[in-house]
């Protein structure tokens, strides 16, 4: 006799609704998540002030998906063709060891990436928004993009946003990850929601 399957949690079934099956499929197989910044964590504007410093506006529900995508059990890394104190600041307030800055290559870093964790490319995923990180994208198992992104690197993506970068856009992107793995639903009932080291949003 068969026992029937566990039953999604109402959480994990809302995000997986309008999902493609392929799409779950990938997503259930991801165990480091890569994220860019500029136009992905962000909006993509870039402010400056009066003696050169730069400032960066991030969104806390981003943030607090990523915090909540650690402690579902995912590996976290930030990948940027840019370089600055703010992504570094930004990244130990959440807890997130891993930064890449001024990586040209993003598909070679990825790949060096996942290595170094002991992760097989097919289960790593990847969040971009430009031309620069399409050699990443392709060669991860799970590609994700932003509803402003260009159209010609959105289409080479396995899911993409409806919400913009920078406006939610991670959010969306920790949510149906943990959705997959059956994981979000744990959050909205456990006592002790987040655990571990760094800020909640």
Not at 43 to 57: A, I, Q, V
């Amino acid at each position: 006799m068969t026992m029937p399957s566990r039953l999604p949690h109402p959480a994990d079934a809302l995000v997986l609704a309008r999902i493609p099956a392929p799409v779950r499929e990938r997503a259930m197989a991801v165990r480091l998540m890569v994220f860019d910044v500029d136009g992905v964590l962000t909006d993509g504007s870039l402010y400056f002030g009066e003696h050169g410093e730069m400032f960066k506006r991030f969104n806390a529900l981003d943030g607090h998906g990523l915090r909540l995508l650690m402690e579902g059990g995912f590996k976290v890394a930030l990948m940027t063709g840019r370089s600055g104190p703010v992504v570094d600041r930004r990244a130990a307030e959440l807890g997130i060891s891993e930064v890449l800055q001024g990586v040209r290559d993003k598909g070679a870093a990825l790949a060096e990436l996942a290595q170094r964790q002991g992760i097989q490319l097919d289960q790593t995923g990847y969040m971009g928004d430009d031309i620069i990180d399409l050699p990443a994208m392709q060669r991860a198992g799970f590609a994700a993009s932003v509803s402003t992104a260009p159209a010609y690197v959105a289409q080479a993506a396995h899911w993409v946003s409806t919400l913009p970068g920078g406006g939610g856009a991670v959010r969306e992107c920790c949510d149906l990850l943990l959705a997959a793995q059956g994981r979000l639903g744990a959050f909205l009932t456990s006592p002790t929601v987040l655990t571990g080291p760094g800020a909640i949003q």
